[in-house]
Each structure stands twice: as structure tokens, then as C-alpha cells.
Antibody, heavy 119, light 111 residues
């Protein structure tokens, strides 16, 4: 059974960089699929942030692209998110998820982690 | 705001049927596959439908998906109290700002 687990600080100060990691178990990232990040501000809808392939190929939401970096560490079977220059608008539950290339649907999700941006 | 529009809420009695629409355009739904997700309160989204109308293993056939033109529809028959949740559609948007987009979300209430 594929499982994903997000981890990282729950509180980040404005203008600093948000950093999260998603540990994958039950499946080797190197075997394929894309691995993505999605966020959900409190009481609002879902927003795709970006995705990465095991080779390191990435693609990002254009609205966040200038501030986002997603990387992968196949040796640890995990991938990471960095979002720079955060503001209160970046406060959200952040989910990691696996998705298929091509038709793109997210079949496995982490439980999510709340990140609050506040001084 | 999202480029995929869903009704904010729908409701029905137990055992009844509800449908949720997802309206987009030729740059998203019109030329790409649609998936649907169920988000129970306080939990992560769960894949219900992919490739417009396919169900992952373990998803009951009470849930169905369809697509016509630039709109997609999720149907839930035999409504149960456990179906009370938020539902989101999602697809790739091939416009100049290529992007994966989710719908605005629909709250299903079982009366």
C-alpha cells in the first residue's frame, strides 16, 4: 500500500521560506509516476503547486513558479517543497500526492500538514 | 479564482440521487480528462473518478462520472450519510498558463 507523509515546521515567519518533505513508503519513487504538492487554505478549495518526476523534471503552477522549488531524493524515497517569501496568504494545509502522467489524476495523498505564516 | 465552476452546495435525502456539475472550457475539460475527489471533513481528498468515468478499485458503483463538451458531471446514487463531504473536480488546463486546476468545490448535504 502506497503511503505518503508530510513533515516540516507548522509555523513560518513572513518573508521566510516554507520547507516541507514528503516521505513515500510502499512504492519506490524511482519506479515512475509524478509526485506533487497541493495546498488548501483554511475553508477554501484546492490549489496545485507543482510536481516532479523521479528524474528531477519539474513543472509548477505559473502563479507560484517564481517562489517554488520541488526536489526529489530517490535515495531517501522522498521529495520536498520550498516556497520562498511567504505571506499570510500562504497559510494552508499542504498535501503531497502521487499522480499519473498524461491524464493526470492524484491517486494517493498524504494526510496533509497545516502551515501557518505568522510572526 | 478557479477556472472550473461547481455549484457551492447540493442536498438530498438518504437513498436519493445527486449530481454535481463542473463547468470549464475548451482549454481544460473540453480537451483533457477529468477526475473527481471526495474530501470528508478534516481529511485529505480521495480519488473517486478518473479519466472522466473510471472508478478506482474500492469505489462503489454508486459513484459515476461523465463528460460532455466543456462540462463534467459526478453522480451519486443511493445517497448515504457517509457521503456528506466536499467534492472537487480536476483537470489539466492547456492554456498559455498551463496548469492543473481544481473546481471550486461542492458541499453535499444529506438531509
Amino acid at each position: 500500500q502506497v503511503q505518503l507523509q508530510e513533515s516540516g515546521p507548522g509555523l513560518v515567519k513572513p518573508s521566510e521560506t516554507l520547507s516541507l518533505t514528503c516521505a513515500v513508503s510502499g512504492y519506490s519513487i524511482s519506479s515512475g509516476y509524478y509526485w506533487g504538492w497541493i495546498r488548501q487554505p483554511p475553508g477554501k478549495g484546492l490549489e496545485w503547486i507543482g510536481s516532479i518526476y523521479h528524474s528531477g523534471s519539474t513543472y509548477y503552477n505559473p502563479s507560484l513558479k517564481s517562489r517554488v522549488t520541488i526536489s526529489v531524493d530517490t535515495s531517501k524515497n522522498q521529495f520536498s517543497l520550498k516556497l520562498s517569501s511567504v505571506t499570510a496568504a500562504d497559510t494552508a494545509v499542504y498535501y503531497c500526492a502521487r499522480h499519473v502522467a498524461g491524464t493526470i489524476f492524484f491517486d494517493y495523498w498524504g494526510q496533509g500538514t497545516l502551515v501557518t505564516v505568522s510572526s | 479564482q478557479s477556472v472550473l465552476t461547481q455549484p457551492p452546495s447540493v442536498s438530498a435525502a438518504p437513498g436519493q440521487k445527486v449530481t454535481i456539475s463542473c463547468s470549464g472550457s475548451s482549454s481544460n475539460i473540453g480537451n483533457n480528462y477529468v477526475s473527481w475527489y471526495q474530501q470528508l471533513p478534516g481529511t485529505a481528498p480521495k480519488l473517486l473518478i478518473y479519466d472522466n468515468n473510471k472508478r478506482p478499485s474500492g469505489i462503489p458503483d454508486r459513484f459515476s462520472g461523465s463528460k460532455s463538451g466543456t462540462s463534467a458531471t459526478l453522480g451519486i446514487t443511493g445517497l448515504q450519510t457517509g457521503d456528506e463531504a466536499d467534492y472537487y473536480c480536476g483537470t489539466w488546463d492547456s492554456s498559455l498558463s498551463a496548469n492543473y486546476v481544481f473546481g471550486t468545490g461542492t458541499k453535499v448535504t444529506v438531509l
